[in-house]
Nanobody, 118 residues
Framework: QVQLVESGGGLVQPGGSLRLSCAAS????????MRWYRQAPGKEREFVGF????????YYADSVKGRFTISRDNTKNTVYLQMDNLKLEDTAVYYC???????????WGQGTQVTVSS
């Protein structure tokens, strides 16, 4: 099995920055892609962005484009979400998600709370 553990969430003021981490462990053969999602109270889970493990190609939702940056450390099986210029509407529980090469199974972390408030 695969386990994902998010960390780095917390309280930040509007315009501030925060970096989230998601460490993958377990039966990792070859990571295909890791993604970030978020879910605000009363809202559907929202796609934030992804990074392909090979090559490091990234893609972001329009709502975070230009403010968030996804990166990864291949040697540590860890993905990061650098969040800059945070807005009130960024408040949510942030989850990471992983697919391994050769399987459609989604793995999810437990989430980490990000609260943007003055």
């Amino acid at each position: 099995q695969v386990q994902l553990v998010e960390s780095g969430g917390g309280l930040v003021q509007p315009g501030g920055s925060l970096r989230l981490s998601c460490a993958a462990s377990g039966m990792l053969f070859s990571i295909k892609v890791m993604r970030w999602y978020r879910q605000a109270p009363g809202k559907e889970r929202e796609f934030v962005g992804f990074i392909n493990w090979i090559g490091g190609n990234t893609y972001y939702a329009d709502s975070v484009k230009g403010r968030f940056t996804i990166s990864r450390d291949n040697t540590k099986n860890t993905v990061y979400l650098q969040m800059d210029n945070l807005k009130l509407e960024d408040t949510a529980v942030y989850y990471c998600n992983l697919n391994l090469l050769g399987t459609p199974v989604d793995y999810w972390g437990q989430g980490t709370q990000v609260t943007v408030s003055s």
